[in-house]
């Protein structure tokens, strides 16, 4: 961009996954006077892994097709490769976090890691003042206390702020979010006018390193080790079966197990160092009092006494009613109104007061009482 550029519009870096929402959070930038340039990061190069040919984001067709709207729009356009910080940061923990028995969420981590931190550093190294994504949420500056908020996407059905709750004060001033008050429809409609390439594109829905789902696979590949064998047991550890390496199964997990027990049973726990899965009925799976930490706060400060808020521990969950206290320096305890149906060690667990994302962490552990 040109000194002319730059006094006079404000710079504005579009993380572009070759998605039809990057592509259209791109045209609504320009079209209100930002000065955009586009990026896309290769976070990983799937034929390595052994598992080109599914769609992911951050693939070579999605460059392809980032790069041909960048050019429509006549943006300049530039691939960032962060292959060994993501391989580092994000697919290295998955791994750590899976063999330690939790379940991670690579995509929360990657938001964190990768899509903010790095491009908001890009993005001031090259003179620009904000980074922009496709996200469904909004931000906005509180006017009493001039703290930034993130607040849920207006489309219910394709809100993003479970997944963003790890933005700093520092991240969300310079961060904005276009789509937050559309709805998914109006933006293919949109991309439709614009005749984007990928107007009609399917949103990408898998983990992009494991595009076929099946993650013991993906983490033997990568990392040569071999997962045995071992026990699956019922609730008093008697034997009920034998299953294929513990790092396979979830808790809250039906399908896949095997077993024939006369009546439907669930991953209840997991002993890594055993390398048991123990299986029980689906009312095992409850519980009501969840701890967190690494946890950001964006709408107060810090957590000095207890709040009512609304939680989810899942990314689609309906927000459930609870309290929250705090726990520790960097930890908060969770207590539901109700038991909650299988919250799990490395989930994000997320709390909202009405669509105000009041913060959020990492559960570490959970309790029935």
Not at 161 to 177: D, G, I, P
Not at 278 to 306: C, H, K, Q
């Amino acid at each position: 961009m040109t000194d002319t550029q730059n006094a006079t519009r404000p710079g504005a870096l579009i993380a572009m996954s070759g998605g039809v929402d990057s592509s259209v959070a791109a045209w609504l930038m320009q079209e209100d006077g930002y000065d955009c340039t586009g990026i896309t990061m290769r976070l990983t190069r799937n034929e390595t892994l052994g598992q080109s040919g599914f769609h992911t984001c951050c693939s070579e067709r999605d460059i392809e097709d980032a790069a041909e709207v960048a050019f429509a729009m006549d943006i300049p356009y530039e691939v960032l490769d962060f292959t060994a910080d993501f391989r580092e940061k994000i697919i290295e923990k998955f791994i750590r976090v899976y063999e330690a028995g939790g379940t991670p969420n690579p995509c929360i981590d990657c938001n964190k890691y990768m899509k903010f931190d790095h491009l908001l550093s890009w993005a001031k190294a090259h003179g620009m003042e904000y980074v922009v994504t496709g996200h469904y949420a909004r931000i906005e500056q509180d006017e009493t206390t001039g703290r930034w908020l993130l607040k849920k996407g207006l489309d219910e059905g394709k809100d993003q702020s479970y997944v963003l709750y790890n933005l700093t004060q520092e991240q969300l001033a310079h961060v904005r979010l276009p789509l937050g008050a559309l709805h998914k429809s109006e933006v293919r409609a949109i991309a439709e006018q614009q005749h984007f390439i990928n107007a009609r594109k399917h949103d990408s829905q898998d983990i992009c390193f494991v595009p076929d789902g099946d993650y013991e696979k993906f983490m033997e590949d990568f990392t040569g080790k071999h997962y045995p064998d071992g026990d699956f047991l019922d609730e008093s550890g008697r034997k009920v079966g034998t299953h294929r390496g513990a790092v396979r199964y979830t808790i809250g997990q039906r399908k896949g197990l095997g077993l024939a027990m006369g009546a439907p049973v669930y991953v209840c726990a997991k002993n890594m160092q055993e390398n048991t899965v123990t299986v029980g009925p689906e009312s095992s799976l409850f519980d009501r009092i969840v701890y967190a930490n690494e946890v950001n706060w964006i709408a107060i400060p810090e957590l000095t006494r207890p709040l009512r808020v609304t939680a989810r521990t899942r990314y689609h969950q309906v927000e459930q009613p609870a309290t929250v206290y705090p726990a520790g320096e960097d930890g908060f305890r969770l207590e539901f109104d109700q038991p909650q149906r299988a919250p799990t060690p490395g989930q994000a667990v997320v709390l909202y007061q009405d669509d105000v994302v009041l913060g959020g962490g990492t559960i570490v552990a959970v309790e029935k009482e």
